[in-house]
Every structure is written in C-alpha cells, then in structure tokens.
C-alpha cells in the first residue's frame, strides 16, 4: 500500500530529524541515541563489550549527525548501523563480531522454512540440499575462544576459521565451525544441492544430516 504524504508532513518531519542529528530538539534527541545505545547493546552484546560505553556513545552520536537510516524500523536500523561501522572499524575483533552478531539474527528472523529432518530410521535419502537459511562466516579467530586467545590469534595472524551459521528445524539458531572435511564436502553442493551415490560413504552426510546442516530429499 502506498500512502502520499502531505508536503507540510514531510518537511516537518525532515526538520526534526535534523534537529535530532544537531542536538536541538532537547531531551528527544537524546531519547533517541538512548534507544538506539539500547538497540546496539541488544543486537550486539559481544560487539558492544569490547567497544566499550564511551566509544559506543561516540559511534551512535556520529551515526546520527553524518549517516542516520532511512528506515526506522529496529533490524533496518541495527543494519544500516553495522554498514556505518565496518569502515570505521580498524583490524581486529569488532568488525568480525558485529557482522557475526548481524548474521546471527538475519538467521533468526530468515522465513525461510527448515525441513523437518527424518528420523534415525529413514531410508537413505538420494538428493542432499544445504539447510536454506546457512550463512557462511571466516573470521582470524575461533569466535568460541576466550579473549586472551583472540587476542593471541590475531597477533600470531593465525590460519582464519570457518563457520557454517544456519537455522534448525525447531528454530534454533546454530554457529557451527567448520572441518577441511567440511569444507570439502560442502564444496561439492552444486547449486545447493548434490546427489548421494550409492557407492559413497554415508559417515560425513549422516553428521551433516544431524546437525541440520544439510537436509535430505528422497525420490
């Protein structure tokens, strides 16, 4: 539904957004960063930790005097907020930690139905497909280590990790790393999906297949 906005409507509500992005539009604008802090700290717990209260202050006031969003909306702007941050970011933890952090919630809320995985019982499926809502992720260090850790792997430059983050059936959202074993597997979905030989080792898909990683379709 399109809806036409009156001129006058328009121009004043350009005018308090402005206001908000100077500062003088009083105790609203500042209700605004407020929410917008909340947002941030929500959708980005870890993110937030490490960039600490001050500098987090600092990011939200220039979001608003020199990006802003153009949707209100909390996904829109969390969104437009991590696309305003990735260049502001220097190397090193918080921008793999918020975009892991975005990614985890674009899962959330993909409405991409999961199948329901067959049971123990089922009879081998032919035609595998990757669970429809996987993400893939490659971060230069493990995202389930401590911080002494992280910080080590960053500094020795270790080898990145790979990650697999997807959506069960039951909607359960999962980050999963992943194996060379994996990865070589993963590579041969074609499209998306592949075809199970009947000669092939049924280990690695049985695991997958657990996991909901991948998902089966029989014929």
């Known amino acids: 539904m399109n809806f036409c906005i009156a001129p006058d409507v328009a121009s004043e509500a350009e005018r308090r957004c402005l206001a908000v992005r100077r500062g003088d539009l009083g105790p609203y604008g500042?209700?605004?960063r407020a929410n917008a802090q909340e947002l941030?700290?929500?959708?980005?717990?870890?993110?937030?930790q490490h960039r600490g209260a001050e500098r987090l202050c600092q990011d939200i006031d220039a979001f608003y005097k020199c990006f802003g969003a153009t949707r209100a909306e909390f996904i829109h702007l969390a969104t437009e907020f991590v696309r305003f941050m990735q260049p502001r970011l220097p190397a090193g933890i918080e921008r793999p930690l918020i975009e892991y952090e975005w990614m985890l919630f674009d899962v959330e809320i993909?409405?991409?139905?999961?199948?329901?995985?067959?049971?123990?019982?089922?009879?081998?499926?032919?035609?595998?497909?990757?669970?429809p809502t996987v993400r893939w992720l490659a971060t230069p260090f493990d995202l389930h280590a401590d911080d002494q850790l992280v910080e080590q792997a960053l500094l020795h430059h270790d080898a990145p990790c790979a990650y697999a983050v997807f959506r069960t059936f039951d909607h359960r959202v999962v980050t999963q790393r992943l194996s060379n074993l994996d990865i070589a597997e993963l590579s041969t979905f074609a499209g998306g999906e592949r075809v199970v030989s009947p000669m092939e080792s049924t280990h690695w898909f049985t695991h997958a297949l657990q996991r909901e990683l991948i998902t089966s379709h029989h014929e």
Do not use: K, Y
């Open 110 to 131: 993909d409405r991409t139905a999961v199948p329901r995985p067959h049971g123990e019982g089922a009879r081998r499926p032919t035609r595998l497909r990757l669970n």
């Open 40 to 48: 941030v700290a929500t959708m980005f717990p870890r993110f937030t």
């Open 30 to 32: 500042e209700l605004v």
